[in-house]
């Protein structure tokens, strides 16, 4: 049984970490483009507009996170007619919120641009931020719906179409992040590019449907309040998760310009694309925990959801070390590669990239547990790990280190958390 068990792991953790990969990879590759052609000052407006991903994390992976949960207990008692309710009413309401904040974004691009840090010495940002917003709004609604099919499409034995979905995407995103430069699109084409490419990724997504041996279906349902009621107290965490994502970056990007200037807020954009990076191994595990210990809770299967915890920590150790290795050696040459060698920003962004390499360990083991809390419905522990570690601690560390140590007091403050 626990071989068994460790090739579904490995099954459900490939998939997650290969998703995560091609997304991340493309963001990559967004800041690099923006850094080398379009300059560092653009590079700056991105990682000010940072915490918009959040804000649309909050409705979409959220949600996601919560139907997950509710969704792998019915599968695992059997109940896959209501597995289908849940899923359609869930979609229905998201796709409500999305189409809301998506006229929310456009209209009211400005003052959000300003809310996210582009004022006080920042304020020569605030234009181009804006226009990064608003080639950001087409990605709300397909983003969205993307994050809330996917991980039941991994539930239907969809592993083979969720990985193509995120390859089109992703490969889509560079090819036009790259058409958008020559066509002198600028900033805006860079957030166009991102929207385009949510957009084929959720068409090559919806494919699936299309298959005749399925679990999951597609139809119009009437929404039953309670259950988004209890999808939405599931979804808490991440929620909490994300929520502190958008508001480090509203706090941090003042506090890097006011201590630090316009080049430090490069080395945060970089010092940021990098982390999510890392994160890839950390998510794949996460994935892998909660589609596999969820489906263990709905049985009733303590056994088995002790051996998913082994596993997921022997997984842990191996991914940590290989990265905390690989950052502390490379921190420069990933700087220069992003700045090139004459950069004034290029120790700043070097220093900030060891301080992933320092928290690496510390961050997967906290992202998984909390993964596993959410599997297992123990959503008050969730919730005081997330608001202690990724919003309290870390704001705190940064404002006092700020003081005695400057801009490297406020890097050094993401391990320290």
Known sequence: MSAILTRAFMAAFCTSALTEFTQIGALLIDGLITSRYL??????????????????????????????????KEMGAGNTGR????????????????????????MEAPPMAAMFGARGRAILLLDETIEYL??????????????????LV?????????????????????FLDILFVRLDFGIWGMGMATSLSVIFSLLVL??????????????PVPINLTNIGRILILSGPRAIHQAAGMLRPIVLNSLVVAVGGRMAMS???????????????????????????????GEVNGEDIESVGRIAHRFIAVSASVITVLL????????????????????????????????????????????????????????????????????????????????YGVFAAFPLS
């Not at 653009?42 to 969704?71: D, E, H, N, R, W």
């Not at 608003?134 to 991980?151: A, F, N």
């Not at 959410?374 to 608001?387: F, N, P």
């Open 39 to 72: 300059g560092a000052e653009k590079m700056a407006a991105v990682g000010i507009a940072a915490p918009f991903f959040f804000l649309v994390g909050i409705i979409g992976t959220s949600i996601a996170v919560g139907l997950q949960t509710v969704c792998t």
């Open 134 to 151: 608003h080639g950001l709004v087409g990605e709300v609604v397909p983003y969205v719906l993307l994050s809330v099919i996917t991980p």
């Open 328 to 407: 502390l050696f490379f921190a420069r040459p990933i700087a220069v590669f992003y700045l090139g060698e004459s950069s004034p920003a290029l120790s700043l962004t070097a220093f900030a990239i060891r301080t992933i390499a320092v928290g690496t360990l510390f961050s997967e083991l906290i992202y998984v547990r909390i993964s596993y809390l959410q599997a297992i419905e123990q959503i008050r522990s969730a919730h005081l790990i997330e608001i202690c570690v990724n919003l309290v601690c870390l704001l705190g560390f940064a404002i006092l280190l700020s003081f005695p140590f400057g801009i």
């Open 154 to 174: 991994l539930l239907d034995n969809g592993n083979r179409i969720v990985m193509i979905s995120s390859v089109t995407g992703a490969v889509s995103n560079i």
């Open 267 to 297: 080395a945060m954009s970089i010092r940021a694309s990098i982390s999510d990076f890392v994160d890839i191994p950390a998510v794949g595990i996460a994935g892998a925990v909660s589609l596999l210990a969820g489906i263990g809770y």
């Open 206 to 219: 919806l494919s699936h449907f299309l298959r005749k041996n399925r679990i999951l279906h597609l139809k």
């Open 83 to 106: 597995m289908n309710y849940i899923f359609n009413e869930t979609l229905e309401a998201a796709l409500a919120v999305a189409l809301a904040f998506s006229f929310l974004v456009y």
